[in-house]
């Protein structure tokens, strides 16, 4: 190699004649003209060797003719190969191929604003829900299909109202809607019945709300959503480790801080960032609804005599005026509040009774300091008697040591 570089150096670049080559570098002359003449470096290639294989070379390929998938070891026991499978292997592996119909993979491309993947995602580390419980509720991730926009949200739980109100709070920070969602059975979603897929209602009157579609995935088909199942895998090995969470409160605060680092990373198959390419997805996004969709939780009760509502196992306190009138229980992912409702409200119809924090725990009871004390005047005030009625006759209250006196019981000689 070192002498074949030489010599073309010493011809074209100081123009020097074979013969003083030769005498130069004391090589043979005809070895200089095959370097001349050679247009790439040299290289040593070994003879190839025959291979015990080539004499039933014509076997194996009359074999994967008419069967092209036919097993190596079925082939060796056809032509009575009585040798090393492996050399047999390698061969029946090359000639395979060229009796093969071809068959190209597509590859996956998304358009702009066109689609996103959706999914339920359950972190393997306790949360603490407060009252000294802890879980594992699920976290809600989509992954936009264009630009891999990476969004996330820790919610109370898995049914659909919060599923709902974790969509809507995910989409009003992107700004935009993606034009499909693709979910899998999640039961608040939909699931597949006599093999067609079926929403939910309440899905239903979403995406009709954000006029978008829905695809559902068949069971047992997690590469129709692989993008966001790669997602759920990237939140466990580089979110997660080493993190520990006070709250719902600070784990989602950590989750939304991270998404932004995560958002500018460079992503392998895009050669890009997702940032970079978040522009072009949302412009071509159909935009937010002007009336928002109905998510979240939503019911109509009458106020019963304990002011308290329930919501999702708990109970929350309202104002006690409103006993035996008609409420209407409203909550987010963060506040539960309750209001008059409808034709029971009157002129007050809307007015707000009463709102919470919401409670992550299970099974708790919720009370307002501020509900608490008219509920007790309004309990004494009803037991208490009013001096002013004329329907009410004063009655005299007497020491209970005149009835003890009355029966003879301070004599004593029948006190101990």
């Given at each position: 190699?070192?002498?074949?570089?030489?010599?073309?150096?010493?011809?074209?670049?100081?123009?020097?004649?074979?013969?003083?080559?030769?005498?130069?570098?004391?090589?043979?002359?005809?070895?200089?003209?095959?370097?001349?003449?050679?247009?790439?470096?040299?290289?040593?290639?070994?003879?190839?060797?025959?291979?015990?294989?080539?004499?039933?070379?014509?076997?194996?390929?009359?074999?994967?003719?008419d069967?092209?998938t036919?097993?190596?070891p079925?082939?060796?026991?056809?032509?009575?190969?009585?040798?090393?499978?492996?050399?047999?292997?390698?061969?029946?592996?090359?000639?395979?191929?060229?009796?093969?119909?071809?068959d190209?993979?597509?590859?996956?491309?998304?358009?702009?604003?066109?689609?996103?993947?959706?999914?339920?995602?359950?972190?393997?580390?306790?949360?603490?829900?407060?009252?000294?419980?802890?879980?594992?509720?699920?976290?809600?991730?989509?992954?936009?299909?264009?630009?891999?926009?990476?969004s996330?949200?820790?919610?109370?739980?898995?049914?659909?109202?919060?599923?709902?109100?974790?969509?809507?709070?995910?989409?009003?920070?992107?700004?935009?809607?993606?034009?499909?969602?693709?979910?899998?059975?999640?039961?608040?979603?939909?699931?597949?019945?006599?093999?067609?897929?079926?929403?939910?209602?309440?899905?239903?009157?979403?995406?009709?709300?954000?006029?978008?579609?829905?695809?559902?995935?068949?069971?047992?088909?997690?590469?129709?959503?692989?993008?966001?199942?790669?997602?759920?895998?990237?939140?466990?090995?580089?979110?997660?480790?080493?993190?520990?969470?006070?709250?719902?409160?600070?784990?989602?605060?950590?989750?939304?801080?991270?998404?932004?680092?995560?958002?500018?990373?460079?992503?392998?198959?895009?050669?890009?960032?997702?940032?970079?390419?978040?522009?072009?997805?949302?412009?071509?996004?159909?935009?937010?609804?002007?009336?928002?969709?109905?998510?979240?939780?939503?019911?109509?009760?009458?106020?019963p005599?304990?002011?308290?509502?329930?919501?999702?196992?708990?109970?929350?306190?309202?104002?006690?005026?409103?006993?035996?009138?008609?409420?209407?229980?409203?909550?987010?992912?963060?506040?539960?509040?309750v209001?008059?409702?409808g034709?029971?409200?009157?002129?007050?119809?809307?007015?707000?009774?009463?709102?919470h924090?919401?409670?992550?725990?299970?099974?708790?009871?919720l009370?307002?300091?501020?509900?608490?004390?008219?509920?007790?005047?309004?309990?004494?005030?009803?037991?208490?008697?009013?001096?002013?009625?004329?329907?009410?006759?004063?009655?005299?209250?007497?020491?209970?040591?005149?009835?003890?006196?009355?029966?003879?019981?301070?004599?004593?000689?029948?006190?101990?």
């Open positions: 190699m070192e002498d074949w570089a030489e010599i073309r150096r010493l011809h074209r670049a100081e123009e020097m004649p074979i013969k003083s080559i030769v005498r130069r570098l004391g090589v043979w002359r005809n070895a200089v003209r095959r370097a001349l003449a050679a247009q790439a470096p040299p290289r040593y290639v070994r003879p190839a060797k025959g291979s015990v294989v080539d004499v039933v070379e014509p076997q194996i390929r009359a074999l994967l003719k069967w092209p036919m097993p190596a079925v082939i060796a026991e056809r032509i009575g190969w009585d040798r090393s499978l492996t050399v047999l292997k390698d061969r029946v592996r090359r000639l395979r191929p060229e009796y093969l119909p071809p190209p993979a597509s590859r996956t491309a998304y358009a702009p604003g066109e689609l996103a993947q959706c999914d339920l995602w359950f972190p393997p580390t306790d949360v603490p829900l407060g009252a000294g419980q802890v879980g594992r509720p699920p976290v809600l991730v989509v992954v936009s299909g264009y630009s891999r926009w990476l996330a949200v820790l919610l109370p739980s898995r049914q659909a109202p919060d599923l709902l109100a974790g969509h809507w709070q995910l989409l009003g920070r992107l700004g935009a809607v993606l034009r499909v969602l693709v979910w899998d059975n999640e039961p608040a979603v939909g699931s597949w019945r006599g093999g067609h897929p079926k929403l939910t209602e309440q899905f239903e009157g979403f995406r009709g709300t954000l006029g978008i579609g829905i695809i559902q995935c068949r069971p047992a088909d997690p590469e129709a959503k692989g993008l966001v199942e790669r997602a759920n895998g990237y939140l466990e090995t580089s979110f997660l480790p080493g993190r520990t969470f006070t709250s719902p409160a600070d784990f989602n605060g950590q989750l939304e801080s991270w998404l932004v680092r995560a958002n500018n990373r460079q992503h392998r198959a895009l050669g890009c960032r997702p940032v970079d390419r978040i522009d072009a997805d949302r412009t071509a996004m159909l935009t937010l609804p002007p009336v928002p969709p109905a998510v979240g939780w939503a019911s109509a009760v009458r106020l005599r304990d002011h308290y509502v329930r919501l999702d196992s708990n109970d929350y306190s309202v104002h006690p005026a409103a006993v035996g009138r008609m409420v209407e229980v409203r909550a987010d992912l963060q506040h539960v509040t209001s008059l409702a034709r029971d409200g009157g002129q007050d119809s809307g007015r707000e009774l009463a709102r924090e919401r409670c992550w725990a299970k099974h708790q009871s009370t307002d300091p501020e509900h608490q004390q008219p509920a007790a005047k309004m309990r004494a005030d009803r037991q208490r008697p009013r001096r002013d009625d004329p329907g009410v006759e004063a009655v005299e209250r007497r020491e209970l040591t005149d009835y003890d006196a009355a029966f003879g019981l301070l004599d004593t000689g029948r006190v101990a």
